[in-house]
């Protein structure tokens, strides 16, 4: 081989290798970009995470690890949704940038990525120690009209500025960081939904009792010749608890005379399956009413076999009973743990529903109207 040619294969093979080492360095760089795609690192684990904090506008809502989960700080410790967290949680994960923005501190007011309108979420360990942080700016429109007016064209999303400064634009809205203190509440509630006997009373002694036979309501003791029961009183009492809500919760040490509970009657509401619950409806003031609730189960213990029950028939039976027995124990032993020592606060209707006198089921007959008088003939 003549040197001439040698000199050129050696300048190609320079050539490539230098072609080589330049495209090596474009995939580096962009699998580092594809990497900071992500809101929450690879490697973070949320083991540590013990709390997390939203800020907004002066309103702050801690949702706290506790030994027994997740609780909202500013409501006493009282359980918070941890499906509405998990949630939320799911999306930061999942989420990936669309666009990395460069912007100016007007365009940062214009976003709400200022202190003073974005959201900012803390995640801390138990020490305290910063996690993560992300601040939350305004959302992108969802119509085509509305194009944002940095990034992302008129893409469903949101603004965010993460912990390193950056300030990007992902495609997912992070609708539960605008969640009000008192949606961060666990919502698990009580249900009454098969009434079967209502029973109010005042300073220990019984004022009325109202039972469900057939789904009609009965009233117990007589009623004047002018008077009927007024059913839909008594259906509004069955409604109420059939599928009741609370709006918030009060202090656990409030004084009963700022509640009512001093004196609260004793609304006792026994279902289908003999669970006993005692309502105690406070004071209120406008649609917000205080409520205390407490469950217990109050049923037959045992079963009565009929005569000429075949013995392996009893046997079986028996433990069919026994175990429908220990059921509904653990379920009102369930229930009156989580509710019991708690305040809470529901609509006007159901203290209206709750806390009425025997006289306000009843109502006027209807006149019947005479039959016109025939002429003799």
Not at 84 to 106: G, H, M, N, W, Y
């Amino acid at each position: 081989m003549k040197p001439k040619h040698l000199i050129i294969l050696i300048c190609i093979a320079v050539v490539l290798g230098i072609i080589y080492m330049a495209q090596q360095g474009k995939r580096k760089d962009a699998a580092g970009t594809a990497g900071s795609r992500e809101l929450v690192p690879a490697d973070f684990s949320s083991d540590n995470l013990a709390a997390v904090k939203l800020e907004r506008g002066g309103k702050t809502v801690t949702l706290k690890q506790t030994g027994n989960g997740w609780a909202v700080e500013e409501r006493y410790g009282y359980p918070a949704d941890t499906a509405k967290l998990r949630e939320l949680f799911v999306k930061l994960c999942d989420a990936r940038i669309a666009q990395t923005l460069s912007l100016i501190p007007t365009q940062l007011e214009e976003l709400s990525l200022t202190p003073e309108k974005a959201t900012v979420m803390t995640l801390t360990d138990k020490n305290v120690k910063l996690l993560q942080r992300f601040v939350f700016g305004s959302e992108h429109g969802n119509r085509p009209d509305s194009a944002a007016p940095y990034g992302m064209g008129g893409g469903s999303g949101r603004y965010l500025q993460l912990a390193d400064g950056r300030n990007v634009v992902v495609p997912e809205r992070f609708s539960e960081v605008d969640a009000s203190l008192t949606d961060w509440l666990n919502r698990d509630f009580f249900q009454v939904s098969d009434l079967k006997r209502a029973e109010l009373r005042r300073n220990g002694k019984s004022e009325w009792v109202l039972t469900f036979k057939d789904g009609k309501p009965v009233l117990s003791g007589g009623i004047p010749a002018d008077k009927e029961l007024d059913e839909t009183k008594a259906s509004a009492l069955k409604s109420a608890y059939s599928w009741i809500r609370f709006s918030d919760v009060a202090d656990p040490k409030a004084a009963p005379g700022t509640t009512g509970m001093d004196k609260a009657p004793e609304l006792l509401l026994t279902d289908g399956d003999d669970l006993v619950y005692t309502v105690r409806p406070g004071a209120g003031a406008d649609d917000n009413y205080f409520l205390r609730v407490s469950v217990a189960w109050k049923g037959e213990a045992k079963r009565t076999a009929p005569a000429g029950e075949k013995p392996e028939d009893k046997k079986r039976l028996d433990a069919e009973f026994a175990q429908t027995v220990k059921e509904r124990q653990e379920k009102a032993a369930k229930l009156d743990k989580a509710l019991s020592p708690w305040t809470y606060q529901v609509e006007k209707s159901v203290f209206d529903a709750s806390a009425g006198t025997r006289d306000g089921f009843l109502k006027a007959k209807a006149k019947t109207e005479a039959p016109p008088a025939t002429d003799p003939k």
